[in-house]
Antibody, heavy 119, light 107 residues
Framework: QVQLVQSGAEVKKSGASVKISCKASGYSFTMYYIHWVRQAPGQGLEWMGIINPDGGSTDFLQKFQGRVTLTRDRSTSTVYMELSSLRSDDTAVYYC????????????WGQGTLVTVSS | DIQMTQSPSSLSASVGDRVIITCRASQSINTDLNWYQQRPGKPPKLLIYAASSLQSGVPSRFSGSGSGTDFTLTISSLQPEDFATYYCQQTYSTLLTFGGGTSMEIK
């Protein structure tokens, strides 16, 4: 079955960077885009960006341009999301999610990674 | 950006009730609208895509309708496991946006 397994919770200081992994299994890794969505405590969902695991091309919400880097390792079917210059309002659960058919519809989600940013 | 507005933001209902949640887009999005369910501490789960198509494995008590700017998610007979938060999402623009969520609790 399709699975996305994310790395564990992180605690970071303001100004630091965090890198989260998302390992895919149960399907052909290069055939489905991966998106990142975050959720601040008690808040709604915010789309961050997308990576094409085949060619590696990416796109981001403008507010994250310059702070987010998405990469992938085809040999291990893993996508990475790095967020730099962390601020307290980056404290959130970060999810990777699979795009079912290129329509930006998310049919499978990772379990989430809590990133806590402290000053 | 396309703004998605859900109503109500919260509701109380009983097992067996029929519940309708609405989602309004700030501009026409055709039928590019998805619904997700999120239980506490869990990731969202896709229920409905393209406004009215039921995702595989989702119970038939869930249904979606609408086009343009106005959409609804209907749960025909609430079950205990349905008490969760529901989000709509537009996919008309690649600048993806979600509604603010509708939190459902047991009356």
């Amino acid at each position: 079955q399709v699975q996305l397994v994310q790395s564990g919770a992180e605690v970071k200081k303001s100004g630091a960077s965090v890198k989260i992994s998302c390992k895919a299994s149960g399907y052909s890794f290069t055939m489905y885009y991966i998106h990142w969505v975050r959720q601040a405590p008690g808040q709604g969902l915010e789309w961050m960006g997308i990576i094409n695991p085949d060619g590696g091309s990416t796109d981001f919400l403008q507010k994250f341009q310059g702070r987010v880097t998405l990469t992938r390792d085809r040999s291990t079917s893993t996508v990475y999301m790095e967020l730099s210059s962390l601020r307290s309002d980056d404290t959130a659960v970060y999810y990777c999610t699979r795009d079912r058919d290129g329509s930006y519809t998310f049919d499978s989600w990772g379990q989430g990674t809590l990133v806590t940013v402290s000053s | 950006d396309i703004q998605m507005t859900q109503s109500p933001s919260s509701l109380s209902a009983s097992v067996g009730d029929r519940v309708i949640i609405t989602c309004r887009a700030s501009q026409s999005i055709n039928t590019d609208l998805n619904w997700y369910q999120q239980r506490p501490g869990k990731p969202p789960k896709l229920l409905i895509y393209a406004a009215s198509s039921l995702q595989s494995g989702v119970p038939s008590r869930f249904s979606g309708s609408g086009s343009g700017t106005d959409f609804t998610l209907t749960i025909s007979s609430l079950q205990p496991e349905d008490f969760a938060t529901y989000y709509c999402q537009q996919t008309y623009s690649t600048l993806l946006t979600f509604g603010g969520g509708t939190s459902m609790e047991i009356k």
